[in-house]
């Protein structure tokens, strides 16, 4: 269970009470924040391998986080980062070809996954071709293999999520929750989002909150009115399917720009 009333740090030393454990970091703009992002990214990498010899991340999906792959494919990360140890996921995908524009698989391919070491067998995509239920249930099967034995799913390094207007996150979406949400890692979901396309596979809470680490991005004005909810509104998750995050051993971190934090 999420602990309740826990605080926010705000980058000023600022203490507030939420409905979460959490930090919050707050930027000047996209650019500043996907600087921060990417060097705390780079040192929880140095720290996994150092630890337990590799880094596995799951990437977001979005418009959010291109800025952050493009900056880790260059200098200094691109030689830095511990790329032949790392292995990526993502925490959701949406149903279209992986050459497709609007893949998510395809968009950090392009931004990241291309420029940098990274072998090929290290990067477990949803095969989004398959129907949405097939693709859940092979995805599930990726994320056992991957895991420590006797697990379900991997207790991840780092998990990168993002945030719509309407406070969904990777593709939990405003809603009941679906039974499938609590028992299972992967879930197949149906939800028109701004035009993108709809049939999606998602990975659950379970996995998520089982991370050691989880940053959420979100900048704009946009998300001012869903992140206040989310961050200091009452308990509603079945509303705002981003309070459903909330790490059971892990840190959590918001890297938001003053404009999505207008409202805070
Ligand atoms: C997706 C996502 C989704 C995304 C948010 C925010 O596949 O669409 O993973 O959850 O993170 O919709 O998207 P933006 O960064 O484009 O606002």
């Given at each position: 269970m999420p602990k309740r009333p826990g605080a926010i740090k705000c980058r000023s030393g600022k203490t507030k009470v939420t409905m979460s454990d959490a930090e919050l970091q707050i930027f000047a703009d996209l650019e500043t924040l996907s600087h921060a992002v990417a060097r705390q990214f780079a040192a929880i990498a140095t720290q996994a391998v150092a630890a337990h010899r590799r880094f596995s991340v799951v990437l977001s999906g979005g418009g959010t986080p291109q800025t952050l792959y493009r900056l880790l494919a260059q200098q200094p990360y691109r030689d830095q980062l511990p790329w032949a140890q790392t292995h990526v996921f993502w925490g959701d995908e949406r149903c279209v070809a992986p050459d497709h524009a609007q893949s998510n698989y395809y968009q950090a391919r392009v931004a990241l996954l291309n420029h940098v070491a990274i072998l090929p067998n290290h990067i477990y995509r949803v095969q989004s071709e398959l129907e949405p239920a097939s693709a859940a249930s092979d995805y599930a099967g990726q994320l056992q293999i991957f895991a420590a034995r006797g697990q379900a799913w991997p207790r991840?390094?780092?998990?990168?999520?993002?945030?719509?207007?309407?406070?969904?996150?990777?593709s939990l979406f405003p809603g009941p929750i679906a039974p499938a949400e609590q028992t299972a890692p992967t879930l197949a979901v149906t939800t028109?989002?701004?035009?993108?396309?709809?049939?999606?596979?998602?990975?659950?809470?379970?996995?998520?909150?089982?991370?050691?680490?989880?940053?959420?991005?979100a900048?704009?004005?946009?998300?001012?009115?869903?992140?206040?909810?989310?961050l200091y509104g009452p308990h509603d998750p079945e509303q705002w399917p981003a309070q459903r995050i909330q790490p059971t051993q892990g840190s959590l971190i918001w890297f938001v720009d003053q404009a999505a934090a207008a409202q805070i």
């Amino acid at each position: 269970m999420p602990k309740r009333p826990g605080a926010i740090k705000c980058r000023s030393g600022k203490t507030k009470v939420t409905m979460s454990d959490a930090e919050l970091q707050i930027f000047a703009d996209l650019e500043t924040l996907s600087h921060a992002v990417a060097r705390q990214f780079a040192a929880i990498a140095t720290q996994a391998v150092a630890a337990h010899r590799r880094f596995s991340v799951v990437l977001s999906g979005g418009g959010t986080p291109q800025t952050l792959y493009r900056l880790l494919a260059q200098q200094p990360y691109r030689d830095q980062l511990p790329w032949a140890q790392t292995h990526v996921f993502w925490g959701d995908e949406r149903c279209v070809a992986p050459d497709h524009a609007q893949s998510n698989y395809y968009q950090a391919r392009v931004a990241l996954l291309n420029h940098v070491a990274i072998l090929p067998n290290h990067i477990y995509r949803v095969q989004s071709e398959l129907e949405p239920a097939s693709a859940a249930s092979d995805y599930a099967g990726q994320l056992q293999i991957f895991a420590a034995r006797g697990q379900a799913w991997p207790r991840f390094d780092l998990v990168l999520l993002g945030m719509g207007n309407d406070g969904h996150t990777a593709s939990l979406f405003p809603g009941p929750i679906a039974p499938a949400e609590q028992t299972a890692p992967t879930l197949a979901v149906t939800t028109a989002y701004q035009g993108r396309p709809a049939k999606r596979v998602t990975l659950t809470p379970l996995v998520f909150n089982a991370a050691r680490h989880i940053f959420f991005l979100a900048t704009g004005a946009s998300k001012a009115a869903a992140l206040a909810a989310v961050l200091y509104g009452p308990h509603d998750p079945e509303q705002w399917p981003a309070q459903r995050i909330q790490p059971t051993q892990g840190s959590l971190i918001w890297f938001v720009d003053q404009a999505a934090a207008a409202q805070i």
